[in-house]
């Protein structure tokens, strides 16, 4: 048995491109799981990370038993360091500040569903634990690494879909500016900043015959608070869509709202030059080295796009002609902001960080984006609070905790727990 096993899983990473997160069907496919009070039945997987020192994410389409062939939730599984806030909490977190104006229900639209989560503890020093030997291993020969203790993570959400399985330039473009308008909300009132703004975090779903752009993923986000929090010891994100200042390899540069903007600009910018309408990834395409290079070799190739004063002539695909000005205005807001940081050591005081100084800000953002193919975007989130803003309040933060230690193992659409919501 475990030689076929261990075949099936040589031949599925022979055929299966790095970077081609498409459906896989698997040993996992039509196995039964029972979470709290429901049974389920795996389908496809969406997602497997295959690094050795990590989270070891798993994300596996799921059914209800009864109706297999319907996919409706999608279930993650990880093992992020016992010390981060909890995807799970912020995805609470959020949904409950988006229920608490009417004028904020639009959001929830935007946003992972939250059904179920559950939190399993490891057991220190078990043997035969996979990331308790990596830890005894780290601690012995490299100390100075801080291998994080972990815990198991099980989330259980609505089924969204990849990005590149839409067809029409205009939906993606609605995409992206929902995402951004998502984006600004969570940090002026969730008081949640991203920090992983990828390709494949930006997703969709459907309702009727209507796009809604969801901002996935929050598992690497951080509540802004006004004291630290224990969070992994390594730089968070993407590496082909971090923020050229968080990649360089020496410096430490403090995570801000903007970082994330050039996050999607990135995103943008590889989405559009690299893949074609159809969502098939071009190999030998422009910005490869984004993707293989050194994080000091990828910092430096961004920096040289955001410092070059001329304008950015993209290679985008025929499918995506569209986004070229928009691509071309953006980079325009990124010049910006380094020359006012380049003048702001005269008085670094004044300077707003957060913006540039102003040189990039959602506003400016949103008005690139909403306007496409001569037609205006849906927006919702037209005036967001000023930045900075005022820091998470840690007044709630044990009411939250309580509550969600109390929902922990449940379905959260249950009508018991929608009572102690």
């Not at 969570?186 to 930006?202: F, K, P, Q, T, V």
């Not at 006004?226 to 968070?236: D, E, I, L, V, W």
């Not at 293989?292 to 070799?297: L, R």
């Not at 040189?359 to 900075?388: C, H, M």
Request: charged share 25%.
């Amino acid at each position: 048995m475990t030689y076929y096993r261990l075949a099936f899983w040589r031949q599925e990473l022979k055929n299966y491109p790095p970077r081609d997160f498409l459906p896989v069907t698997n040993i996992y496919t039509g196995a039964d799981i029972t979470l709290g009070s429901r049974e389920l039945t795996l389908g496809d997987t969406q997602y497997r990370a295959r690094s050795i020192i990590g989270r070891g994410t798993i994300v596996i389409d799921a059914a209800p038993k009864a109706q297999p062939q319907t996919p409706l939730y999608a279930i993650k599984l990880s093992f992020p360091s016992a010390g981060r806030a909890s995807e799970a909490s912020l995805l609470w977190l959020a949904s409950k500040t988006a229920k608490q104006k009417r004028h904020f229900h639009w959001v929830k639209k935007h946003l992972p569903g939250l059904k179920f989560w559950m939190d399993i503890g490891l057991v220190s020093g078990q043997d035969d634990f996979p990331q308790g030997r990596i830890k005894a291993f780290l601690d012995e020969h490299c100390p100075r690494f801080g291998y994080e203790e972990r815990v198991l993570r099980v989330l259980v959400q609505d089924k969204l879909y990849p990005l590149t399985d839409l067809r029409v330039e205009a939906q993606y473009a609605q995409v992206f500016c929902d995402v951004l308008q998502a984006h600004r909300w969570l940090y002026d009132h969730a008081r949640i900043l991203h920090r992983d703004i990828s390709i494949h975090n930006i997703m969709f779903r459907k309702d009727g015959d209507e796009i809604f752009g969801v901002l996935n993923d929050l598992d690497l986000s951080s509540p802004l608070t006004n004291r630290p929090s224990a969070t992994s010891k390594h730089r968070t994100g993407t590496r082909p869509f971090m923020a050229h200042q968080l990649q360089h390899p020496t410096k430490k540069v403090t995570p801000l709202y903007r970082h994330d903007l050039e996050s999607l600009f990135y995103v943008m910018l590889c989405l559009t030059c690299r893949y074609t309408l159809d969502g098939h990834e071009i190999r030998s395409a422009p910005y490869e080295d984004w993707y293989t290079a050194p994080d000091h070799i990828v910092s430096g190739l961004k920096r040289n796009i955001v410092t070059d004063p001329d304008p950015l002539d993209p290679p985008v695909t025929s499918g995506f002609s569209g986004f070229k000005q928009i691509l071309v205005d953006i980079k325009q807001l990124l010049w910006a902001a380094h020359l006012a940081e380049g003048n702001a050591f005269a008085d670094p005081e004044r300077f707003d960080k957060e913006t540039a100084g102003g040189a990039i800000t959602y506003k400016k953002f949103l008005n690139i984006l909403k306007q496409f193919d001569g037609k205006e975007l849906t927006v919702r989130y037209s005036d967001p609070e000023p930045l900075p803003g005022t820091p998470f309040d840690e007044t709630t933060e044990e009411e939250n905790r309580k509550m969600m230690k109390a929902t922990m193992g449940q379905w959260l659409d249950d009508d018991s727990t929608q009572g102690q919501s």
